[in-house]
């Protein structure tokens, strides 16, 4: 009981940020909205993800840039759509990803990583 306890004291901090994150400020009517921050450190932690998952699939060596802009929907999870610059050490392109996830599962799952 105890250990369930301190489980759930730990995961208190994660819960807390995101509900209160921009990045998962959604509209009420459903449907894509704008991420209001797209500097928040959350976002740029799905920006990696993405990155990172993109690399393992396709044998790449792409770093993140900077994330330019981003959407999110919510749907039994939230899906975020990220516009973002990552360069392989010669060349910057525009890329676009499309992450989804299920935080209170802790998944995260790659869908789209393409160059646009």
Same mark, same amino acid.
């Given at each position: 009981?105890?250990?369930?306890?301190?489980?759930?004291?730990?995961?208190?901090?994660?819960?807390?940020?995101?509900?209160?994150?921009?990045?998962?400020?959604?509209?009420?009517?459903?449907?894509?909205?704008?991420?209001?921050?797209?500097?928040?450190? %959350?976002?740029?932690?799905?920006?990696?993800?993405?990155?990172?998952? %993109?690399?393992?699939?396709?044998?790449?060596?792409?770093?993140?840039?900077?994330?330019?802009?981003?959407?999110?929907?919510?749907?039994?999870g939230t899906t975020y759509r990220l516009l973002l610059k990552a360069t392989d050490g010669?060349?910057?392109?525009?890329?676009?990803?499309?992450?989804w996830e299920n935080a209170s599962q802790g998944f995260r799952k790659l869908d789209i990583?393409?160059?646009?």
């Amino acid at each position: 009981m105890q250990q369930i306890q301190h489980f759930l004291v730990l995961l208190l901090p994660l819960f807390f940020h995101l509900i209160t994150s921009d990045a998962l400020k959604a509209s009420e009517d459903g449907g894509w909205s704008p991420i209001r921050n797209i500097h928040d450190p %959350y976002v740029t932690q799905l920006a990696e993800f993405a990155v990172n998952e %993109y690399n393992k699939q396709s044998k790449a060596s792409l770093k993140l840039v900077a994330v330019e802009s981003g959407d999110t929907e919510v749907a039994s999870g939230t899906t975020y759509r990220l516009l973002l610059k990552a360069t392989d050490g010669t060349f910057t392109k525009d890329y676009r990803a499309v992450v989804w996830e299920n935080a209170s599962q802790g998944f995260r799952k790659l869908d789209i990583f393409v160059a646009i």
